[in-house]
């Protein structure tokens, strides 16, 4: 055991941890050491869950509502342009995304949900330049995109023709509405508090809708070390399966699916699909 820090987990509030570690990659203006007046941060592993969180005394979460994520490589608009047109042109077999909307298609399909022919709806929460929504999205559904990032919204409206481009978060959706399928894909690792997401999320999702949440995966560090891009700034977590489980359990939802994957960029990614767990009668 390393010596026990004053936190706890923040997944299951264990206050043991099996052994710390240092990233010391520099990712471009948030870079963990570079003129550091703050003490270098490191990320825990959990004795219990396995998860790895990251303590460090700056607030990361901020830049995805600052207008400042996308312009970090210069001029926002012309990043985002030049980074969606080589994302999407990614052929099947080297695309994350296509992997991603794959999968999802196919466990609609081979579990059957949403087999009526009505047309469905999607909310891609954090959905960044659009690319997957952009891809997903035909004649069988109706998409929504839930993004912080002012740029990134302004961009999404010019390429998601046919989709709901919303600047915000959960708060700031209709409060009316629900929807089908709800994907936060490699979003859930930048968030604080995912506790409060997915809980604020519950009420969006239909009766009978799926949860999608994909997210960087524990064995990044035991295949790669601590510079693997799962530890890149921002990230608060880094989930394992007992984590995550642990995580959507306490917050009102039942597992249908869960697996991990190496991606054709070689991240190592784990995955799962939930539906709210409904209190029996006798309860």
């Known amino acids: 055991m390393v010596k026990t820090p004053k936190h706890k987990c923040p997944i299951c509030s264990c ?21 550091r007046k703050e003490a270098i941060p490191k990320y825990y592993t959990c004795a219990a869950c396995g998860v790895m969180s990251f303590y460090d005394s700056l607030d990361y979460e901020g830049i995805y509502s600052d207008g400042t994520y996308y312009g970090v490589d210069g001029e926002p608009m012309a990043f985002l342009t030049r980074r969606f047109k080589q994302v999407i042109a990614f052929p ?33 929460v954090g959905a960044g330049m659009g690319v997957f ?35 915000g978060v959960a708060k700031d959706l209709p409060p009316q509405k629900q929807y089908d399928l709800i994907t936060l894909n490699r979003v859930l690792e930048h ?9 604020d999320l519950k009420k969006y999702l239909k009766e009978e809708g799926i949860l999608y949440l994909e997210l960087p995966d524990v064995l990044s560090y035991y295949a790669d070390g601590p510079n693997n891009e799962a530890f890149g700034w921002g990230h608060y977590l880094v989930y394992s399966p007992e ?32 539906k709210k767990r409904h209190r029996k009668r006798n309860d």
């Not at 999205?137 to 010019?158: Q, Y």
Request: aromatic letters at 14%; charged letters at 25%; a positive charge.
């Open 15 to 35: 206050a043991q941890f099996v052994f710390d570690f240092l990233v010391t990659r520099q990712d471009n203006r948030y870079a963990y050491t570079q003129g």
């Open 92 to 124: 099947k077999g080297k695309s994350d995304n296509c992997e991603r909307i794959e999968r999802i298609r196919n466990f609609l399909k081979t579990q059957k949900y949403f087999q009526a022919p009505s047309v469905k709806s999607i909310l891609d």
């Open 133 to 167: 929504l952009h891809k997903f999205l035909d004649e069988r559904w109706r998409g929504t995109a839930l993004e912080p990032d002012p740029n990134a919204c302004i961009f999404m409206k010019k390429v998601l023709k046919k989709a709901t481009v919303i600047e």
């Open 191 to 199: 968030i604080y508090d995912p506790f409060k997401i997915l809980r």
């Open 243 to 274: 984590a995550l489980l642990s995580l959507t359990s306490q917050t009102g939802y039942e597992m249908v699916g869960l697996a991990r994957q190496v991606e054709p960029s070689s991240k190592f990614t784990i995955y799962g699909f939930f």
